[in-house]
């Protein structure tokens, strides 16, 4: 009985290894192409290691990008950029607008924030054409403007930060009121703080989602200089032809910032996952 | 009084920008779909002539197909696999962390950087990956990413007309990376899922007798009914607006047999310069996808 125990959870942890190398090995694959030499690459039976690392395939994928006419450090800085201040955005008007609906009283809050829900039924790819129309109109094509104002209002960081704002004790925010402490302040000295965790998760994915937004930057930006880090790497990728040793190293560094955000963030990140249902 | 505008005040930021870039724009899709030729100098007002056309061209059910193999390819697999996988967690294996934060990776990866590396892991050579592996045992090569041609025409040799041949191996790549790159979030759902089970019910099901599998399949799938609702609801809209994957590792066959919805309305617009077009296959697309968010949304009360 207990030998037949023990084979069953063998079993079950080779399930379990089987599927993080179904997960990890293009990661590995990727890392190992990018530290191979060209003719290594170009094996007809690949190598699973490269004989010796290659680590000047990075610097060289920079540099092959710039004769091309992407400028892959500036795209980094571009993508940086564009994500924090999205992040920083969206956490200032989910903040705003879920306290509003969370904690004040004023007329018609239900059926505002009905509305405020509407969008949520509205897809991103549905009206891409038409906002890429407006973005013309407001004459922000091609400027970061473009790239950050329309993300920094997220109804489901409103509709997810009003349910802890509403959970609040309100006998808190009644005696606050008592002692002369505006709404204004209790937001931020109270209401803020015992977020934190949600604020935290919120700001975290929205800077993911930014930093790995692509079509958006495709839309609405042309010149090399705005370019982001997504979408300097899709036109390295198209353009760099079959030396997969630069496009695997160009590939690491922009999967880089985000693991190690990840890895130092995991709980937060599956903490946030588990809170989406 | 004075409290309320105050309130609005805090609203206004956020309305400002959600009525600028989701509502006006809603609106301007589907007043753009009743025109022709609009943005040019002989724009005229058509009524549904836009939406006439799209439906009688046959290109729309032709993206809409392509959708739902796509769809019908990665949920089940996905679903079921990630299942398994929670169920497999919930035991508190050891090395349960390390697991889960592998199997969460490529969920957080860009997907435009992960979709390269998969495009060159299917590479139409031996010098790919999968092709040297596959022709280690005797198959292939075979031409993934670039291959026009259906897995059931592979398979069997015969093509049928009217995506009858099933999805082309092309797509089928792409859904591959789908369902690498989904499965691990999937494994978080339904772990928290599974965390909310109590005990008891276990305990009590093993003390009537019950087997692992019983448990399994009398217990744990039932329980996980919503879930998996839910799952359905947020995979299938994913497989309509699934974009950068497929313009990244088929962008040979985006135009042909990788071209869902979202496919083919931004290629109406790129290609063709046909905004009206395009805007009236975004609003079928809203039709669509309005009816499964209203779904999703049902999940959401059900909950609370």
Redesign the interface.
Known sequence: MKIRKGMFNLFLHLVLLAGAVFCALPFFWMISTSLKTSPEVNLTVPQFLPQKAQWSNYPQAIFRAATIGVPFIRCFANSALVALAVTLGVLLTSVLTAYAFGMMKFPAKNILFLLFLTPMMIPFEVTLIPNFIIIQKLGWYDSYLALVIPWTANVFSIYFLRRIFERMDRELYDAARVDGCGDFRFLWSVAVPMAKPALVTIGLYTFLGSWNAFLWPLMVTKSPQLSVIQKGLASFIQEAGTDYQLLMAAATLTILPVVLIYLAAQRWFQEGAEKMF | MF??C???L??L???G??M???????L??VW?SLYKNW?TQDAFRTGFANYGEILKSGEFFYSLGITLWYAVGTMPITIV?SL??AV??R?K???GT?????????????????A??????F?V?????AN?LLMSIGWGPFRFTEESRGIFELMFGHSLPLLGSGPSLALVSVMIFSV?QT???YV??F???LGQITKEVYEAAALDGAGPCRIFFSITVPLMRP?VG?LLVISS?SA??T??QI??MA?GERLRSARNL?MY??TQ?WEFGR?DR??AA??L??II??VL??VQ?G?YRK?D
């Open positions: 409290r309320a105050r309130a609005y805090y609203l930021p956020a309305a920008i959600l600028l870039f989701h509502l006006l724009p809603f301007a899709v753009i943005g696999l398994v996988f497999i967690l035991r294996m050891r090395g390390f697991y889960r934060v592998v199997y969460f990776l490529p969920y957080i990866t860009s997907t435009v950087a992960a390269a590396v998969w495009k060159w892991i590479h050579d031996q010098r790919g990956l040297s690498w499965f691990g979030f978080i759902i772990s928290a899922g879930i839910f809209i309509f607006q974009f950068n313009y990244i962008p979202t309305i931004v617009f905004i395009a805007s975004a609003v697309l809203f996808l309005a968010t209203a949304l999940f909950k």
